[in-house]
């Protein structure tokens, strides 16, 4: 089964500093990625997505993300967070032809303003 | 739109009792997915339903069963209760195939004292 990493499960920021979170999968097939935004109290929603075409994919609110098929990557990037960036991120990862949508630990990102 | 319905949005349950949690989406999605999120653990899948009729084990399936009882609904049944199983539970639904991204429901907190 695919398998999800994410590290430094913690990560706390000032204000206008740039943000990068690891994503790796362990699956070499085609895949589908996706990071998820939860912000307190709520429920996931999507940031942004790859399927396919360009391997850098511009999602909401500033974030960024960069496919690298040969190291099996998926990491996020914003390169300026704002207090309101405080969530935890996770990232998530579809197998071609398999339903099975399997996440990683997530990222606890606390932003100090 | 309503999107994914979760209920009930909290419950506290006493260890071996039961209950089921119920899932609706309107979106007319092939799959539907039940995940359980506990801190530092991220979200683990307990069981899928890649299309009606189907259903399979996820990560997590001890203790719980499902129901996809029809396209629009995927219920979650916790047999005999335990406090292990105390958490934030989770139903999403995605279209099933590739090229498309999963919806969350609010959540359902659960308590087993």
């Known amino acids: 089964a695919q398998s999800v990493s994410q590290h430094n499960h913690h990560v706390i920021l000032s204000e206008a500093a740039s943000l990068e979170l690891g994503c790796n999968y362990s699956y070499g097939g085609t895949v589908n990625l996706f990071w998820y935004v939860q912000y307190p109290g709520q429920h996931l929603q999507l940031l942004l997505k790859?399927?396919?075409?360009?391997?850098l994919v511009k999602g909401i609110k500033g974030f960024e993300a960069e496919f690298i098929k040969s190291k099996f990557s998926f990491n996020l990037r914003k390169p300026s967070v704002q207090w309101s960036d405080t969530a935890e991120y996770f990232c998530a990862v579809i197998v071609y032809g398999n339903n099975r949508l399997a996440f990683g630990k997530g990222n606890q990102v606390v932003v100090i303003p | 739109n309503a999107g994914v319905t979760q209920t009930p949005k909290f419950q506290v349950l006493k260890t071996g009792q039961s209950m089921t949690l119920q899932c609706a989406q309107d979106?007319?999605?092939?799959?539907m997915y039940w995940y359980r999120q506990d801190p530092g653990m991220g979200l683990r899948l307990i069981y899928y339903?890649?299309?009606?009729?189907?259903?399979d084990k996820g990560e997590v399936p001890n203790g719980y069963n499902v129901s996809r009882l029809n396209k629009r609904e995927f219920s979650l049944r916790l047999e005999s209760a335990a406090p292990s199983q105390t958490s934030v539970y989770f139903c999403?639904?995605?279209?099933?195939?590739?090229?498309?991204?999963?919806?969350f429901g609010q959540g359902t907190r659960l308590t087993v004292v």
């Open positions: 790859y399927f396919s075409g360009d391997p």
């Open positions: 999403a639904s995605s279209g099933g195939q590739t090229h498309t991204e999963a919806f």
């Open positions: 339903s890649a299309s009606e009729g189907t259903t």
């Open positions: 979106m007319n999605h092939n799959s």
